[in-house]
């Protein structure tokens, strides 16, 4: 079926440091994928999307590409701060049946220190 | 502003006594589902619901029962909670189609 696989966290890095986070999933063609980011007490808000592949989606300096070929929409950003500690999420709509709900990955917590 | 409300925002009950968590979205979604966040299993759906009065069972649905009377409500009742019902709670709409889903704040439950 349908799934998505972050790297695992914690992932903890200095102030301006480069950030990846890596996630792929299990078949090719979704229409949509999505990055997530739930701060610390707060619900998920949706980070960035893309809709279709090769395209990139960015907000708030973070950017991922839908690569259909490794089948992977990893998250960058150039310089976290220390206001990007969170957890971020991976997901997708299933592609068979999916209407009904989102498929997330585990999550992965950033800290960013000083 | 489009948002997705839910309430109350915090809550510790006792065994057995009955609760609703409310949820409310001004998007005209079709759709709205309840899920569940806990430490090691991220994000659980509960319950979902495609539109008015049509509502279908999730992952983890034992224990909770849904309504949608209105398309803007979908509330999360716990007929009888016990400890293993304690966990934060999301209540999420998309419109129909591969759409994001908007969440609200949250609810942390305490079951004791």
């Known amino acids: 079926g349908d799934s998505v696989t972050q790297m695992e966290g914690p992932v903890t890095l200095s102030e301006e440091a480069f950030l990846t986070i890596n996630c792929t999933y299990t078949a090719t063609g979704y229409p949509s994928l999505f990055w997530y980011v739930q701060y610390p007490g707060e619900g998920l808000q949706l980070l960035l999307k893309a809709t279709k592949a090769d395209d990139k989606g960015s907000n708030k300096g973070f950017e991922a590409t839908y690569r259909k070929e490794t089948t992977s929409f990893h998250l960058e950003k150039g310089s976290v701060q220390v206001s990007d500690s969170a957890v971020y999420f991976c997901a997708l709509p299933p592609l068979r049946g999916g209407y009904n709900k989102l498929i997330f990955g585990a999550g992965t917590r950033l800290a960013v220190h000083p | 502003e489009a948002q997705v409300t839910q309430n109350p925002r915090y809550l510790i009950t006792v065994t057995g006594k009955k609760l609703t968590v409310t949820c409310s979205q001004n998007m005209n979604h079709e759709y709205m589902s309840w899920y569940r966040q806990d430490p090691g299993l991220g994000l659980r759906q509960i319950y979902y619901?495609?539109?008015?009065?049509?509502?279908d069972k999730g992952d983890v649905p034992e224990g909770y029962k849904v309504s949608r009377k209105e398309k803007r409500n979908f509330p999360l009742i716990l007929e009888s909670p016990s400890p293993n019902q304690t966990s934060l709670y999301f209540c999420a709409s998309r419109q129909q189609g591969y759409t994001e889903a908007f969440f609200g704040q949250g609810t942390r439950l305490t079951v004791v």
């Open positions: 619901s495609m539109n008015v009065e049509v509502t």
